[in-house]
């Protein structure tokens, strides 16, 4: 496996208190700090003490079927992850945006600020926002089409970059006895002239540490894998089965040379839910004290909305009704497709489907020892189906500690994971180069 | 005076290394931490310290001609004041952000996540943004017209106001026992059908300590009064006279009967960049410094974008050219006016215009001794001019720290300002009310 001598990477994927749609209902997070700041730095801390890679938080732009269950975007983002910022050193900040309801000026000025903020810890996870709740909120009577949402994220991103770019490194010169601020010629105008966007430029940032956030991407359709291949390099998705692991990272490496990049640009993280106890037996108790408590009603208004069709009056222990096919689907097509092959796989009826997917929605949940916890990891590792983990604790903090304080340390014994920090910034965690501008010209050369 | 007994507000507007146009050529900013988060956080530890009412950072999502003088916009505001308010935790926080080149639903989450991260600390400065640079970065080929562009801020504001009052709050309910999250009859979708936005909502957040952020204005123009009687709760304006600032103020608050408004429900503070010194002398030659390290072709380029006339190429001991009427501006009127005003009364040559406005860009400069300063701001404070001072330290962070540790003493020996804060929030330093929502019904009183 040339898989095995790639650095092994493990991002923590937090979510208020915690992935399980009954989190916040179990003893196990007794406080529900869902509102308090500080909850989430103590996260973030937690995540550095184990020396995590990174910290993601995912993000929608409404609140659709879910006010009743959870609040899972209280805090936006970015704001949250500079607050976090704040309050740790090394722990890499991953945060969602959106392509389609953002101005691209904006969005690169607000990762290009929390990458200056966290001293070059800044990542964006890409997403097109999928959703018809989302689509109301901004002047749309229904989705935007799944593809015309990717070639405006194509655009987006391309501009992104550009907008990045347009201060080379050494553009600050700040030479007072010459009155020099910044040097004009290594800043950039764009004018740049797309189908759906005129920016002229520069960005209104200096070049930030890491030249421009991590470029993270999550989703699994085929024009995900494509613009995954294109722009991403890292790609948290959710993959049930160990087969279905390496078919996807197979696919995806084979996708690279076309956009002129190897296998190392890009590192695969399949999202885990795991719950963690002394034994096997008490792990798998656990799961089901969560799963008795998720409530039918919310579970299945999500459901709904996940599937594009209306089961809130379905009976619980009947099978699916016939589902589209996901051509017809203009949401989240990869978790579409899983989650309508799961079902049907397994012949599940909609109780069973709703307590597979309470963990993670989707993602594989695994309850085990720590032993079999790093043993699983390992495994998917070696057998060339991922290059870390989204680790995705069902409750908080206290799933995220027990993976720190009681998985780490055995994929740490193993030589698996790094046992301290080597680098300062996110690209450093995940092994990247430093980013330069595409505008620098080759001026040491030119000079040779 | 009426005026007297109300209480007197400071507010830290703090710019780079300071607001003077050759802060960062001076020695006093030696280190030139433009880039650093740390100076800013350390800024707003230095405005608490001071009991201060809030700091403020004002924004362009431009370069424009500034690439070679001040990194004005390093740090996008919003998250920078996130990374300010961990390291902080009475001091308000207020950030510019713009109406014309933002979607509503996105602004309104970004200071709904900044008021619960900062406890209830968030102010917004409403501003439309008027200068071409800015236009070019959002797909126009000019400025939007002046009254467009207030039009489309009228509008902003109404929906951004009713995305935050769109839980009431205590909407959260959180019962783990019946599963309850949030109670969904005090969610409320909005399906706002305005001229220009149509959102459906909620807001993806729960209401925010503060309800909403404070509401904060600072255009003077004949539309921008306009808008902060209807919307303002603190206005931050240029008046360079004590007649002039008497004159603003009578005239803001005649305007706020009309929208059912009292006299207490805005706090008006003119700015004042003071230079502080030992002596009088001290002070003047501290002043006369920093003036003379201006780099003529920078603040050249600075004014022609302030008037909208080329004055790259003009000779800079002649008085200005002949300018347009205002009614030909589209971008900042009211700056435009009183900079016209400014040459024309006193007949300044270019040279000595770049000098006066060298401190604070219009806004009034005073060199003096702590008491004088104090005497200066009592005085204005006593004459009904103004509510509270927006003070803007010519370099930082010694500018910021010498009226900390200077002049506010001698304020809080008169009795004028607080000797410690009494309240947790912005709006209660600003001596305002908590704000519910406007969707709450009268629950109390129709059962009474």
Chains 1, 2 share one sequence.
Do not use: C
Request: hydrophobic share 40%.
């Amino acid at each position: 496996m040339t898989n095995a001598r790639k650095p092994f990477h493990l991002n923590a994927f937090l979510m208020g208190v915690g992935h399980h749609e009954a989190a916040w209902r179990h003893p196990r997070t007794q406080e529900r700090r869902v509102l308090d700041v500080k909850h989430f730095q103590e996260l973030g801390q937690i995540a550095e003490r184990g020396k995590l890679d990174s910290v993601f938080f995912a993000d929608g732009l409404a609140v659709g079927p879910r006010i009743k269950r959870n609040a899972l975007a209280v805090f936006e983002p970015v704001t949250l992850l500079a607050a976090i910022a704040a309050a740790t050193e090394h722990i890499g900040l991953i945060a969602t945006a959106s392509t389609s309801y953002n101005e691209p000026f904006n969005l690169a000025r607000k990762f290009a600020s929390l990458d200056h903020i966290s001293g070059g810890r800044a990542g964006w996870n890409i997403v097109t926002s999928g959703t018809e709740d989302e689509a109301f909120n901004f002047g749309y009577d229904a989705i935007p089409e799944h593809a015309r949402r990717y070639e405006r994220a194509d655009e987006f991103v391309d501009l992104a970059v550009q907008l990045w770019d347009s201060w080379e490194s050494d553009a600050v010169v700040l030479d007072p006895e010459t009155g020099v601020f910044a040097d004009p010629d290594k800043v950039h105008t764009l004018d740049y002239q797309g189908e759906r966007f005129r920016v002229r430029g520069p960005l209104n940032s200096p070049r930030s540490p890491q030249g421009r956030p991590l470029l993270v991407q999550a989703g699994s359709s085929e024009s995900g894998k494509e613009f995954a291949a294109k722009y991403a390099e890292a790609v948290f998705t959710a993959q049930r089965t160990l087969e279905e692991g390496q078919q996807f990272y197979q696919d995806l490496e084979e996708r690279l040379p076309k956009y002129g990049r190897s296998a190392d640009e890009l590192k695969v993280l399949p999202g885990l839910v795991p719950f963690i106890a002394d034994t096997e037996e008490q792990a798998r108790a656990l799961e089901q004290e969560f799963t008795d408590l998720i409530s039918p009603d919310y579970a299945l208004r999500q459901l709904s909305s996940l599937l594009g069709v209306d089961l809130t009056e379905h009976a619980l222990d009947a099978p699916l009704p016939p589902l589209p096919p996901v051509s017809a689907i203009e949401g989240g097509k990869s978790r579409f497709t899983l989650v309508k092959e799961l079902a049907e796989k397994e012949e599940l009826t909609v109780r069973q489907l709703i307590g597979k997917l309470g963990g993670g929605r989707g993602h594989r949940t695994f309850a085990g020892t720590p032993e079999q916890i790093a043993d699983e990891l390992q495994s998917w590792y070696e057998a060339g189906a991922a290059d870390g983990f989204n680790i995705m604790p069902p409750y908080l903090p206290g799933g995220l500690e027990d993976f720190v304080d009681r998985v780490v340390p055995i994929l740490q014994q193993r030589g698996l994971f790094r046992t301290d920090y080597t680098a300062t910034t996110l690209r450093g965690h995940y092994g990247l180069d430093p980013v330069e501008s595409q505008f620098t010209p080759v001026r040491i050369q030119a000079s040779a």
